[in-house]
């Protein structure tokens, strides 16, 4: 249903909310800590800069942090960014204020619904509450697709 880079966007979102810093953290450094391709975290970066997730700063000592508070940040949001707008138009024929006149276009309106209800109510907070955080030594096998490794100076932070 994600994508990897939907997936990807996610974890690195979760590990700056925990990570709770004002101070830019680089897309290497984030790259790191969740197991991902540094090039790969930095288009990821750039596609949740350009949806205002993100916030960069240039320079020596730049990098990213959210954009605001991730009580606020939903999954739809991380999922418009990495996959774009996700429409609902299942038969040409028809307004916005019909009924649906096929079976398949009444389904797939009702999964769209059904969808984006889900998408809007969970956010990166939601989810950063849950995460498991692994041990360097652990992190080869996390079990969890959203697990990572905290930087020591964090874990006191996360509790984990």
């Not at 450094?29 to 969740?34: F, V």
């Not at 916030?55 to 730049?62: P, Y």
């Not at 940040?73 to 204020?97: F, K, P, W």
Request: hydrophobic fraction near 40%.
């Amino acid at each position: 249903m994600l994508t990897q880079t939907s997936e990807t966007a996610l974890k690195a979102l979760i590990f700056l909310s925990l990570y709770g810093s004002e101070e830019p953290t680089s897309p290497r450094q984030i790259a790191e800590h969740i197991s991902a391709s540094p090039t790969y975290m930095a288009k990821i970066t750039r596609m949740l800069v350009k949806a205002d997730i993100l916030r960069s700063q240039r320079g020596a000592l730049g990098g990213v942090h959210l954009s605001r508070d991730p009580a606020e940040i939903t999954l739809l949001d991380v999922v418009e960014a990495c996959q774009g707008l996700i429409i609902g138009n299942y038969c040409q024929s028809m307004s916005e204020h019909e009924k649906p006149v096929c079976g398949f276009h009444e389904a797939m309106t009702e999964i769209h619904q059904a969808m984006i209800g889900v998408l809007s109510k969970w956010t990166v907070a939601d989810l950063a509450r849950n995460t498991k955080i692994v041990e360097e030594s652990d992190s080869s096998k996390p079990g969890c697709k959203m697990a990572f490794c905290v930087p020591e100076e964090c874990k006191a932070k996360v509790g984990k």
